[in-house]
């Protein structure tokens, strides 16, 4: 009971977050940013949606060739076609119930791979590691390459930064800070390791710690790091080619689309799908580069609007290919079983 109370307060507290960036970020739109976005959204090219569905399908599709590297060890060999639906169902999920979509697409693709789930579930751990592990080093380098336009919105949180130190050694506070947050971790480590916080911490470390090391286990790393990068350069595309949907956004490069990219997905992980969180995080990226808050609201919306159908029409369309499998398979098994039965 206490664990489904504590599950309830949980995706509670994420609903609650996403509706409230959601009424913030609308409520503080004026009557010029409401005009930006509905003259933004009027002259923008739809049409440039169609290849961010397509870089973002082959993106998924390098996850599942990345994810079959981390079953076969254990002996198995799916097929990347149910893997990839597995991907696409489990992004349903996560748009329900954050973190969901990582047991639904092992449940939801076991019967057609003869894959048990609990062992699915193992991968799931190692490759999520190894994202928050790209991921960081992403970050930081996107600081580090934009922090003259980072700076400009870091300067309003305060005193210290507005005074100007960071905007003009920027590069090297970002390495002291990221040493002093990495000494900082050791000594709460030290200090709290037998507390009930502290384990906790501890065993996510050691979660985190034995995905990576079941990398391992896989033949071809080589083959497993093009694949991550293919993913990575996937999301990077989709973001950089719906900027190019909008006039006011198309002239931004590479570097503003990964930072676009970085803050995105802090704001979905934030809230479920990113709804609210990741319209805001893309409008707050934005005014880096000087982008108007409407523009950066039509664009946000825009790019969340264009994940969200591709996850419900590729999902949807996996779902049924999945279920359509197991039909197959539940058939034949009651074939074989009357068969059994008669010769009996």
């Known amino acids: 009971m206490k664990r489904i109370i504590i599950l309830i307060v949980k995706y509670l507290l994420a609903f609650s977050i996403a509706i409230f960036l959601l009424w913030w970020s609308l409520s503080s739109l004026t009557e010029k940013d409401i005009a930006d ?73 076991s019967k057609p791979t003869r894959v048990p789930p609990e062992k699915l579930i193992g991968t799931i751990v190692a490759e999520r590691a190894f994202d928050i592990c790209c991921l960081i080093p992403i970050t930081i380098g996107v600081f580090y390459h934009e922090w003259q336009y980072i700076s400009v919105y870091a300067n309003e949180i305060g005193d210290a930064i507005r005074s100007g130190i960071f905007a003009k050694k920027g590069k090297a506070w970002i390495g002291l800070i990221i040493i002093a947050v990495i000494v900082l971790f050791y000594l709460l480590y030290r200090r709290y390791k037998t507390h009930k916080v502290g384990g906790f911490l501890v065993k996510v470390f050691k979660g985190l710690a034995q995905g990576l090391t079941s990398i391992k286990s896989v033949k071809n790393k080589w083959l497993f790091l093009a694949y991550t990068i293919g993913i990575w350069a996937g999301y990077a595309s989709a973001t950089y080619l719906g900027c190019k949907a909008l006039e006011e956004t198309a002239h931004l490069g590479v570097f503003p689309a990964l930072s676009m ?23 707050k990226t934005l ?58």
């Open 37 to 109: 976005i509905r003259e933004a959204l009027k002259k923008a090219n739809y049409w440039l949606m169609l290849p961010v569905f397509g870089v973002l399908l082959v993106s998924h599709i390098f996850r599942a060739l990345r994810w079959r590297q981390l079953i076969r060890p254990m002996g198995y060999d799916p097929s990347v076609f149910y893997l990839t639906c597995g991907v696409l169902i489990g992004y349903i999920g996560n748009q329900l119930i954050p973190r969901a979509g990582e047991v639904l697409r092992c449940t939801a693709i």
């Open 287 to 344: 005014s880096f580069y000087g982008i108007a808050k409407g523009i950066g609201q039509a664009s946000g919306w825009l790019l969340w609007i264009a994940q969200f159908i591709f996850t419900v029409v590729f999902g949807t369309i996996a779902w049924v290919a999945v279920n359509i499998a197991k039909k197959k398979i539940d058939e034949e098994l009651l074939v074989h079983k009357n068969q059994d039965q008669n010769a009996g």
């Open 261 to 283: 990219l970085i803050f995105g997905t802090f704001g979905i992980i934030v809230a479920p799908g990113g709804l609210g969180a990741y319209p805001f995080a893309i409008e």
